[in-house]
């Protein structure tokens, strides 16, 4: 059974920087693709990238303009999402989720949201002075 689940969430100040991390279970990461999703109220599910760790490739929504950066380390099965020059718009809960590499590895993009299986039950960040 797969298993995300996402940490590091919480309230930073405007220009500030966060890591989040998502420990993934019950799958070998490198026969998938972890993204990153956020949800502010009221708003749908955006998708921010996704990291293929088979070979380390990345893909970002244009939004992130190079402050968002996503890892992973695939001994310890997780993923990283780190988050510098935070500004208030970024506050949201912050999701991991599953896909098959193929779907990323075949188009060059990041799939939409339907295609993630697997989800992780999220993590708050706020961004507030």
């Known amino acids: 059974q797969v298993q995300l689940v996402e940490s590091g969430g919480g309230l930073v100040l405007p220009g500030g920087s966060l890591r989040l991390s998502c420990e993934v279970s019950?799958?070998?990461?490198?026969?998938?693709?972890i993204g990153w999703y956020r949800q502010a109220p009221g708003k749908d599910r955006e998708a921010i990238g996704c990291i293929v760790p088979r070979d380390g490739s990345t893909y970002y929504k244009d939004f992130v303009e190079g402050r968002f950066t996503i890892s992973s380390d695939n001994a310890r099965n997780a993923v990283y999402l780190q988050m510098n020059s935070l500004k208030p718009e970024d506050t949201a809960v912050y999701y991991c989720?599953?896909?098959?590499?193929?779907?990323?590895?075949?188009?060059?993009?990041?799939?939409?949201?339907?295609?993630?299986?697997?989800w992780g039950q999220g993590t708050q960040v706020t961004v507030s002075s």
């Open positions: 989720a599953a896909t098959d590499r193929r779907w990323v590895q075949v188009t060059k993009a990041i799939p939409h949201r339907a295609y993630f299986d697997s």
């Open positions: 019950g799958i070998n990461l490198e026969d998938y693709a």
